[in-house]
């Protein structure tokens, strides 16, 4: 399976890097971008260091992932700014609000921007990972019109019904979600009845 990830400025980074593994672990082939402002988080949030160069960053989230290619968010080449590549799902993990509006507006910036508009034309699997709280109407707005081209919208929520004991159990519930709606089998999580 083919998967772009792309990673925003928005909160959640352990989400993105357990997907990311999670993916890698079911041998898809990755797409991997991050906005400037997802590397800010990534650093922050996983390396408590914002600081860090970009390079540095992306070489520590993917570390020895397999078949992982990381693009520039200004990298137009990229097969994931086309519809006429074979792309099997979209992701983006997490999702800011920036993202959602100018998503929701059709506005590309940047190559995340683009390859979700291509998901959304070629009517392609696009799952949206929000994280933001509370939500203002445009923001609900916004993610009620990607929803009704097509998006899911999944909001990085865990549930608790599941004996979470960590904060990785937490995090694995999102993650098992977003992979259910990518249409792969994970054993992330116990299931409800289970």
């Not at 083919?2 to 593994?21: C, H, I, K, M, Q």
Request: glycine share 8%; charged share 20%; net charge negative.
């Amino acid at each position: 399976m083919r998967v772009f990830l792309g990673v925003t400025g928005a909160s959640g980074a352990p989400y993105a890097e357990r997907l990311l593994r999670a993916l890698a672990a079911v041998d898809c082939e990755i797409g991997l971008c991050a906005s400037r402002s997802g590397i800010e988080v990534l650093a922050t949030e996983l390396y408590r260091d914002a600081s860090l160069p970009r390079d540095e960053v992306l070489e520590r989230f993917v570390g020895d992932t397999g078949s992982v290619t990381v693009y520039d968010a200004q990298d137009w080449k990229s097969p994931f700014a086309s519809g006429s590549a074979k792309v099997d799902a979209y992701v983006v993990c997490p999702c800011s609000m920036s993202t959602v509006g100018t998503l929701a507006s059709g506005a590309m910036q940047n190559l995340i921007h683009r390859a979700a508009s291509v998901a959304l034309k070629e009517r392609r699997r696009l799952v949206l990972v929000p994280r933001e709280t509370p939500l203002s109407s445009i923001h609900l707005r916004g993610l009620a019109t990607l929803n009704d081209a097509g998006a899911v919208i999944l909001f990085a929520a865990p549930g608790f019904y599941h004996g979470a004991d960590t904060v990785q159990d937490l995090v694995d519930f999102v993650v098992a979600r977003c992979l259910d709606q990518l249409g792969i089998d994970t054993s992330l999580i116990r299931r409800w009845g289970e």
